[in-house]
C-alpha cells in the first residue's frame, strides 16, 4: 500500500496569516495518463470529509481560492493564503493511483 | 442535490454483525460507485472497499476480507455495508461515498457503530 505522511500534524494560525499543509507519497502518484492522482479534503468537527482539491491542484466547485495545491511525483502542498475562522479542521491527503485509496494522517489546524 | 444519507447509529455486542445502509439521491444511482471508509474516534480514514452499483461487483481491503460484504438495491437506490464478527476495535463512524473520477464526493454523514459487551 502507498503510504501517505503529512506534515505537521497541528498548526495554531492567527486569522488572516498563510498556512502550508505536506503531503509526501511512498510512491510517485503520477499515472500513465499524465493524471497525478493526488486530493486534499477537509473535515470540519462534526462532519464527514470535504473535498478541496483534486489532481494536485484543482479547486473543487465552491472552494474558495484562497486554497490552492501545488506539488508533483511525491511531494504536494496545501496551502491556505489567509486562514479564516471557517478553515479549522482535520486536513487530509489522499492518494488514488491505485487500489487501496490510502489517507494521510491528518493535520489539525486551529485558530489562535 | 447529490446526497447520501446513512443509516442510524448501532449498538452491538463482540462477535455480531451490523449492516449499514446509504441512501443515493439526486443522480443515477446506477452510474458511480460507492465505497466505503471508516474513522475511528479521534483517529483518520481507513478505506474499506468499492461496490459498482450496475453490476454489483465490489473490491475489499485486505484486512476486512472475510468479514464484510457490500451490496445494493437498485430499486431503492440504496447501498449496503455489513461487517461481521464485530471486535471492539471496529468502533467507529462508517462513512459511504460516491466515487467520481478517482475522488469522493459526497459522503454520507456517517454512522456510528459501537462495539460493546
Known amino acids: 500500500d502507498i503510504v501517505m505522511t503529512q506534515t505537521p500534524l497541528s498548526l495554531s494560525v492567527t486569522p488572516g496569516q498563510p498556512a502550508s499543509i505536506s503531503c509526501k507519497s511512498s510512491?510517485?502518484?503520477?499515472?500513465?495518463?499524465?493524471?497525478?492522482?493526488l486530493y486534499w479534503y477537509l473535515q470540519k468537527p462534526g462532519q464527514p470529509p470535504q473535498l478541496l482539491i483534486y489532481?494536485?491542484?484543482n479547486r473543487f466547485s465552491g472552494v474558495p481560492d484562497r486554497f490552492s495545491g501545488s506539488g508533483s511525483g511525491t511531494d504536494f502542498t496545501l496551502k491556505i493564503s489567509r486562514v479564516e475562522a471557517e478553515d479549522v479542521g482535520v486536513y487530509y491527503c489522499?492518494?488514488?493511483?491505485?487500489?487501496?485509496?490510502?489517507f494521510g494522517g491528518g493535520t489539525k489546524v486551529e485558530i489562535k | 442535490q447529490v446526497q447520501l444519507v446513512q443509516s442510524g447509529a448501532e449498538v452491538k455486542k463482540p462477535g455480531a454483525s451490523v449492516k449499514v445502509s446509504c441512501k443515493a439521491s439526486?443522480?443515477?444511482?446506477?452510474?458511480?460507485?460507492i465505497n466505503w471508509v471508516r474513522q475511528a474516534t479521534g483517529q483518520g480514514l481507513e478505506w474499506m472497499g468499492w461496490?459498482?452499483?450496475?453490476?454489483?461487483?465490489?473490491g475489499y481491503a485486505q484486512k476486512f476480507q472475510g468479514r464484510v460484504t457490500m451490496t445494493r438495491n437498485t430499486s431503492i437506490s440504496t447501498a449496503y455495508m455489513e461487517l461481521s464478527s464485530l471486535r471492539s476495535e471496529d468502533t467507529a463512524v462508517y462513512y459511504c461515498?460516491?466515487?467520481?473520477?478517482?475522488?469522493?464526493?459526497?459522503w454520507g454523514q456517517g454512522t456510528l457503530v459501537t462495539v460493546s459487551s
Open positions: 439526486g443522480y443515477t444511482f446506477t452510474s458511480y460507485d
Open positions: 510512491q510517485s502518484l503520477l499515472h500513465s495518463d499524465g493524471k497525478t492522482y
Open positions: 489522499m492518494q488514488s493511483i491505485q487500489l487501496p485509496p490510502t
Open positions: 489532481e494536485v491542484s
Open positions: 461515498a460516491r466515487v467520481k473520477g478517482r475522488w469522493f464526493d459526497p
Open positions: 461496490m459498482n452499483p450496475n453490476s454489483g461487483n465490489t
